[in-house]
């Protein structure tokens, strides 16, 4: 036992081992034991070598007084410069993009914008609503609808697909009995383009869906008319929705006016999903300074007070939310009753 021990502390060792035939180092042995390895040549001392690493050590030592390895602190230098460069070459295009677009004489009108723009719509949009999870705030919001509803400012029909339309009785988000879903809608744009694209969505999900309308109309004008009245005999609209239109329009305050004045007074809402100014001003500087050629590009204004707009529009406050820095902003409202004016 003790022998075997011994043996193997022997033969991992690197010093000399002394035997019969003298001092054997152990890649003597090695070689001995396996004769097909080649001679290995012994390491010379280089004092050339040995001058290099020295020299070289007291360098790092000198450029890093702080223990920081020389590579390290290159990078990191190149990492500075590079944000610095980009940080630079966007600044420079930001001042760029005001200067053309503080340049510009731009009407307050812009709304005719969407007739050219409407192929192209939903493919320039797609992706930013995409990374600001708008689908699931579309979708929350259009759920609510009930009723007879018109969509202004309906578009290319981006919330066709969030509509419920199997009308039922039920109750509401109070526990109180209600109708949910849509007995009819209607959609209105000023663009008949945008119209068009929105009925092809609507018809195409919905072959058997009779109780819808289409229209090209000014929404500061539109009239309650069919399917709605044609089923309910009634003047008023028990849901009016309205998604990214404040900016559009040359008179937003006034058609929220009008809007609240075709909504049925008791239960009517109307449900708003809406971009504009930032809860940051830092923000708005921005959006001011792009802001005439966004809405020269775009057709949209998108530096507006929506809170003030809906304010000075007098209807009723039922619920405001506010996301992405403040600049989307959800509204339920509905029509200020008279005793409350
Ligand atoms: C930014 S797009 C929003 C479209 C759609 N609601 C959406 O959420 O994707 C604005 C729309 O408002 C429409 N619009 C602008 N002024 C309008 C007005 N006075 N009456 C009705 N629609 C209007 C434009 O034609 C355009 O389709």
Not at 247 to 253: A, E, G, I
Not at 310 to 334: A, D, N, P
Request: with cysteine; hydrophobic share 35%; proline share 5%.
């Amino acid at each position: 036992m003790h022998a075997t021990w011994l043996g193997r502390a022997s033969f991992r060792t690197s010093k000399p081992l002394i035997t019969s035939r003298g001092v054997q180092s152990r890649a003597s042995r090695q070689r001995r034991s396996n004769p097909i390895t080649p001679p290995q040549p012994r390491k010379q001392f280089n004092p050339d070598i040995q001058r290099f690493q020295e020299r070289y050590d007291k360098k790092e030592s000198a450029a890093a007084p702080h223990g920081i390895p020389i590579r390290v602190l290159t990078f990191m230098g190149i990492t500075v410069l590079a944000i610095s460069t980009y940080t630079g070459y966007l600044y420079s295009s930001y001042q760029q993009e005001v200067r053309k677009a503080q340049a510009l004489d731009i009407p307050a009108d812009v709304s005719d914008r969407y007739n050219s723009t409407a192929s192209n719509f939903d493919a320039e949009v797609d992706l930013s609503e995409k990374a600001m999870g708008l689908g699931k705030k579309r979708a929350d919001l259009i759920r609510l609808a009930r009723g007879d509803v018109l969509e202004v400012s309906c578009g290319t029909g981006r919330n066709v697909k969030f509509y419920d339309l199997k009308e039922r009785r039920g109750t509401d988000e109070q526990g109180r009995a209600a109708i949910l879903g849509c007995r009819s809608v209607t959609f209105v744009d000023l663009s008949p383009q945008m119209v068009d694209i929105a009925k092809e969505k609507f018809n195409a999900a919905n072959p058997e869906y009779t109780r819808v309308a289409f229209r090209a109309q000014d929404a500061a004008a539109v009239t309650v008319e069919s399917p709605a009245r044609a089923h309910t005999g009634k003047g008023h609209y028990d849901t009016i929705v309205q998604t990214m239109g404040l900016c559009s329009m040359p008179d937003p305050v006034g058609t929220l006016r009008h809007l609240g004045e075709i909504t049925e007074p008791e239960h009517g809402r109307i449900l708003l999903l809406e971009h504009g100014r930032s809860h940051y001003e830092w923000l708005n500087r921005i959006l001011d300074n792009l802001a005439p050629l966004h809405a020269d590009k775009h057709g949209c204004w998108w530096n507006r007070d929506i809170g003030a707009i809906v304010k000075e529009s007098g209807l009723e406050v039922v619920e405001e939310k506010r996301w992405h820095f403040g600049t989307t902003w959800r509204y339920i409202l509905r029509p200020k009753h008279s005793d409350q004016s």
